[in-house]
């Protein structure tokens, strides 16, 4: 299948799936909508932790503050449903502000300094009085919608946003931002020394992989109504990432969708468990990056005699042949 028919079948999809809130049961529209939101998170981890190196366990940050700025718009007068895509782009413009720092962290210190600084982030929201510390608080305004529409809107932002960062995502991999982001997923310093502008194709792909997150925060407030700092800001939404990508197949096209998937059907079977469901998850992760690096969707792109990763992959420390040392890449 070439790109064009690979993009009409993408959009017949699409709007196949728009449609089913006119025919299926309420039931049916909000497992789709979760699946959405899991498939949104997990393709924009992996495009910041396959792609670009940086495995961040903090992205909770920008779910929750996706939801907390949308929930201040509208206390202050705001439509609600604009005051979601307001909230999101101001989880990302936070996300920018905060790259100039994180981003200076390598490795185990920008993994661990992601998550204190969702820690921070969540107990300085708890101190608003609107938020009203654990106890938390819900978008009211939604409550005036009829609720089949609402849970139809809900439905359909959050496949648009879903469809929205896979079309940006795509677009952004056959770039030369994508390009020097593999570069610098391979190794940093080796790209550094062709002329690769590392900090700021970094900053592009965090800030991008923030908006993804604070999307899917939205969404789920859109349909939750309800917003519990202890959930919204929870480290649970990084493991599930984890799960998702590493067992779905990292730094692949279809890994994180079919991880996402599988999680999905998981937490229908099992999630009642509570913490061991979720420990669970966390020992699969390891398990499969252990003894399965390249995910379900490695084991299944050999079996069809496929290229496990949608796009080419730079060799180790280097950038692509293509690029010369007098060339410099520029996002």
Not at 4 to 13: C, G, K, M, Y
Not at 19 to 45: E, G, Q
Not at 284 to 298: D, E, H, K, M, R
Request: glycine share 10%; hydrophobic share 60%; proline share 5%.
């Amino acid at each position: 299948m070439n790109r064009q028919q690979q993009a009409w079948a993408a959009l017949a999809a699409v709007a196949l799936l728009a449609s089913v809130p006119a025919f299926a049961s309420a039931s049916v529209v909000d497992k789709l909508t979760t699946l959405f939101i899991y498939m949104l998170l997990a393709a924009t981890w992996n495009l910041m932790a396959g792609y670009a190196g940086l495995v961040s366990v903090g992205q909770q940050a920008f779910f929750g503050l996706g939801g907390y700025f949308a929930l201040r718009l509208v206390d202050g007068g705001f439509p609600a449903y604009p005051a979601l895509l307001a909230g999101a782009a101001g989880a990302a413009f936070v996300a920018w502000l905060l790259s100039f720092y994180v981003l200076r962290l390598k490795d185990g210190e920008f993994a661990i300094g992601t998550w204190v600084l969702a820690e921070v982030i969540r107990i300085l929201v708890m101190l608003d009085p609107l938020i009203q510390g654990e106890t938390g608080t819900s978008l009211i305004a939604l409550n005036a919608v009829e609720p089949a529409l609402r849970r139809g809107i809900g439905y359909w932002f959050a496949l648009a946003a879903l469809a929205g960062m896979a079309l940006a995502m795509a677009v952004l991999l056959r770039s030369h931002v994508g390009t020097a982001a593999r570069a610098i997923g391979d190794d940093d310093e080796a790209a550094a020394s062709l002329g690769v502008r590392v900090m700021r194709t970094r900053q592009f792909i965090y800030v991008l992989a923030a908006l993804g997150s604070a999307l899917a925060g939205v969404a789920w407030l859109a349909s939750a109504i309800t917003f519990l700092p202890r959930t919204n800001f929870g480290v649970q939404w990084s493991v599930l990432m984890l799960f998702m990508v590493l067992v779905g197949g990292l730094r692949s096209g279809p890994g994180p969708y079919i991880g996402a998937l599988l999680l999905f059907v998981l937490q229908e079977l099992a999630g009642d468990l509570g913490a061991w469901y979720l420990a669970g998850l966390g020992a699969a992760a390891a398990a499969c990056a252990l003894f399965l690096p390249q995910g379900l969707w490695g084991v299944i792109a050999q079996r069809l005699g496929a290229r496990p990763s949608s796009l080419p992959r730079a060799p180790a420390a280097a950038v692509p042949e293509s690029i010369q040392p007098t060339q410099r890449i520029t996002p």
